[in-house]
């Protein structure tokens, strides 16, 4: 794609890019029934397998972070390297005959690959559009949470293939993310670190700014409730009077729905950054999602299944779209040459809190049931008030 074409379209590539090469995030997820049916797999070996994925995703960016590998590097070709490898762990996984010791290994090293693909995408797109950041990122996000609900629509779409056909297909999705970013390359607003010149620093410098800290507690709250959210979502609607009331559609499709509208809530906090700046854009969303871990106990007992479901929805839509608004301010809090680094530690702390907060919701599902919500509450509370101390307090 030439760098004279439309401004948008660097970013639309990047962000096709994203949904692409975080399709192998879950890919696993989406061949569970087959992997416990064939190789003979409890439901806690699968959570294993996501928790792999998770562990080399934290690793992979306190790697990229602490060595500031994201900032001395080329972002467009960190991206390509890190989708291909990525693609090929997973092709490998498909070939596996039951060897839970190898998988473990196989998905851990997809996570470490994607701490190449999902921060350093950020930074691409900040590199192309760092004054429309927010609504940039926004599609990012967008993007990546089309790739969280994949697995739920790759159930209802192809369950008749065979499972290996299903993460081969993820993998041939990341070789051409891999394609589309090399194709492209970096934008004009990062510039690569010359050979030789000056190293960008220790990212952790970031946290000293006031600005920056403020919006990572934001962040770090938000991340405390989202992948608990997405993880738990589908036994919190079996628990619901969702099912059978729509009963034509499975919990898979419910689950599809209710996640990937969250993309549609990303990009539509992007269109109001026109209006409202990126700090209302993220605390009213992270207030109303966390309104709903609040008051879901309550909702499920007083509303019809037809509210209950616009109010699931509208929890989906709100939960993920702060992120991208958290990650825009944090760009712009942190010196340009601790971009990449910067946020990509702050995304290994935040997906660090999602282990925490996962287990605890999972843990104790099957005694609170809906007020699981609950335990993802403190997560919005604490990221509302500790953003507006910081940001209020003297400098």
């Known amino acids: ?17 994203q949904l692409f090469g975080t399709s192998l995030w879950f890919s696993a997820n989406s061949a569970a029934d087959d992997l416990v049916r064939t190789w003979g797999l409890t439901a806690a070996n699968i959570g294993t397998l996501t928790a792999a994925v998770q562990a080399g995703f934290i690793l992979g960016t306190m790697a990229f972070a602490l060595l500031g590998l994201a900032d001395r590097f080329s972002a467009s070709r960190i991206f390509g390297l890190a989708a291909l490898l990525g693609a090929g762990f997973n092709a490998w996984f498909a070939c596996l005959s039951g060897d839970f010791s190898a998988a473990i290994a196989l998905r851990f090293a997809v996570g470490v690959c994607l701490a190449g693909i999902y921060p350093i995408g950020m930074k691409l797109v900040i590199s192309w559009a760092p004054d429309r950041a927010g609504a940039a990122l926004a599609l990012l996000v967008g993007m990546l949470t089309l790739g969280t609900a994949l697995p739920h629509g790759l159930r209802i779409a192809a369950a008749q293939w065979p499972w290996q056909y299903v993460m081969a297909g993820s993998s041939v999705l990341a070789c051409a993310a891999a394609v589309l970013v090399l194709c492209l390359g970096n934008g004009p607003h990062l510039p690569v670190r010359r050979h030789g010149a000056p190293s960008p620093g220790n990212p952790l410098r970031a946290f000293r700014d006031r600005r920056f800290r403020a919006v990572a507690v934001g962040y770090f709250g938000h991340m405390w409730e989202l992948y608990a ?123 660090a809190l999602t282990v925490v907060s996962i287990a605890l919701a999972s843990t104790y599902l099957g005694e609170l049931g809906l007020k699981t919500s609950w335990i993802l509450l403190p997560g919005p509370i604490l990221g509302i008030l500790g953003f507006l101390l910081l940001r209020r307090r003297p400098a």
Do not use: E, H, Y
């Open 1 to 17: 794609m030439k760098r004279g074409s439309v401004q948008f379209s660097p970013v639309l590539t990047i962000a096709i890019a």
């Open 229 to 351: 959210f997405w993880t738990v979502l589908p036994m919190l609607v079996a628990r619901s009077s969702l099912p059978s009331v729509f009963g034509g559609l499975s919990i898979s499709t419910l689950a599809f729905a209710i996640i990937g509208i969250g993309a549609l809530g990303c990009i539509a906090g992007g269109l109001l950054t026109r209006w409202v700046d990126s700090a209302g854009v993220a605390l009213g969303a992270l207030t109303i999602s966390g309104t709903c871990c609040l008051l879901l106990p309550f909702a499920a007992d007083a509303l019809s299944p037809g509210w209950l479901l616009f109010f699931f929805l509208v929890w989906g839509a709100t939960v993920i779209a702060d992120s991208p608004q958290f990650s825009a301010l944090a760009a712009r809090a942190c010196p340009p040459t601790l971009v990449g680094g910067a946020l990509a530690i702050q995304n290994s702390i935040g997906f």
